[in-house]
């Protein structure tokens, strides 16, 4: 079985946030820092990774980014807070 991974890509503090889901969060992230996807990531210049988790399974990983895509702004800026106060890049702690 595959880990899946959800993540949070912004580009400023408390700026714009996008939550995704992936298979492989390196790779992924490696394509939104360099625009290789379209899309909103690439539109609103969303390269700086602030916030992830890891599960055994995607399913788990799906259920979590839809947790996360009904929650308030204001309750993920707090979460990403909790573990990157700073709003610091974490692409380093990955690769």
């Given at each position: ?5 959800i993540y949070i890509m912004t580009n400023k503090p408390k700026g714009t946030l996008y939550i995704g889901v992936t298979s492989d969060l390196t790779k992924r992230i490696y ?65």
């Amino acid at each position: 079985m595959k880990n899946g991974y959800i993540y949070i890509m912004t580009n400023k503090p408390k700026g714009t946030l996008y939550i995704g889901v992936t298979s492989d969060l390196t790779k992924r992230i490696y394509q939104h820092k360099n625009n290789i996807l379209d899309g909103f990531t690439s539109a609103y210049n969303l390269k700086t990774l602030v916030y992830y988790e890891i599960f055994d399974d995607m399913q788990n990983a799906i259920f979590r980014e839809k947790q996360l895509k009904n929650w308030h702004r204001d309750w993920r800026i707090n979460l990403i807070e909790s573990i990157n106060p700073n709003w610091n890049d974490l692409y380093r702690d990955i690769i």
